[in-house]
């Protein structure tokens, strides 16, 4: 069993940065693929990043170059650095973990296990 729980997001100006965290329960988190996902408002949740159990990152093309996830699997956490940030950015941001050892359907929401509840991000111009 894995329970994730975000923190870290707020109100920022166009051009600022912001720092996500998820703080992971469980034995097993380093062998997990962690990854966010974002739902703007009236719109779909859609991934944003994800990171593997060794490292490897993935990004959807919105946010590369400018967004940066990161895990530190001693203190079971996964961060999310987001810089030069747009009102477009503006979404609550969800942590996500799945057991998949590859980047399998990664950007589907049924492939993914685990959910946390959301942290809101607002970006203003």
């Known amino acids: 069993q894995v329970q994730l729980v975000e923190s870290g997001g707020g109100l920022v100006q166009a051009g600022g940065s912001l720092r996500l965290s998820c703080a992971a329960s469980?034995?097993?988190?380093?062998?997990?693929?962690m990854g966010w996902f974002r739902q703007a408002p009236g719109k779909e949740r859609v991934f944003v990043t994800a990171?593997?159990?060794?490292?490897?990152?993935y990004y959807a093309d919105s946010v590369k170059g400018r967004f940066t996830i990161s895990r530190d699997n001693a203190k079971n956490t996964v961060s999310l650095q987001m810089d030069s940030l747009k009102p477009e950015d503006t979404a609550v941001y969800y942590c996500?973990?799945?057991?998949?050892?590859?980047?399998?359907?990664?950007?589907?929401?049924?492939?993914?296990?685990?959910w946390g509840q959301g942290t809101q991000v607002t970006v203003s111009s």
């Open positions: 996500a973990a799945r057991g998949r050892n590859s980047w399998y359907r990664i950007s589907y929401l049924s492939e993914w296990d685990y």
């Open positions: 469980g034995r097993t988190f380093s062998s997990y693929t």
């Open positions: 990171i593997t159990s060794g490292g490897n990152t």
